[in-house]
């Protein structure tokens, strides 16, 4: 296995560790909030090191060609991890709000929770298939 993909799983696992985290402790803004922050903040570490750093050093081959390329779990995966980044976005704003005062917002924190769970989820999986 590559360095960089060791680097890339190894956070994506902490990522998913920090997110279980987050999870258990979500109604504890306190630790919720940090938790998740730390899930991103790997998330966007890992996609750097894939995305980036990759193409710079040469070392490895990026997700990218998705329209053509035959191996479809990369497409999959793409999928999955574009979707599981908009939702963190979502739950950053609506999180925000909700810190600001806002308790309407939570029931779409909530259910947006769930799509990023899945998404989130499918993006890990698939990252072993390819
Ligand atoms: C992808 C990341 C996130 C997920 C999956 C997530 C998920 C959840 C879930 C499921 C709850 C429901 C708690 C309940 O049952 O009442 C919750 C509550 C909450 N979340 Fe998040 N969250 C995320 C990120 C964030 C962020 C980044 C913030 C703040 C900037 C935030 C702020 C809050 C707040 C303030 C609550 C309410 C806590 C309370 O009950 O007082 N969340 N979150």
Redesign the pocket.
Known sequence: METLSIISTTLATFAMLL?VA??IF??N?KK??PL??AAFACDIAGLIVIEVVARIIGETSPVDSLATDPDVMKSVHAAFATASLI??GF??NS??K??AGERTR?PT??LV?KI??LTRLGAYVTMFLF
């Open positions: 997110i987050g999870l979500a109604r803004k919720h909030i998740m922050m939702c963190y739950q950053i999180g925000r909700i810190v939570l924190h909530k929770a990023f769970i």
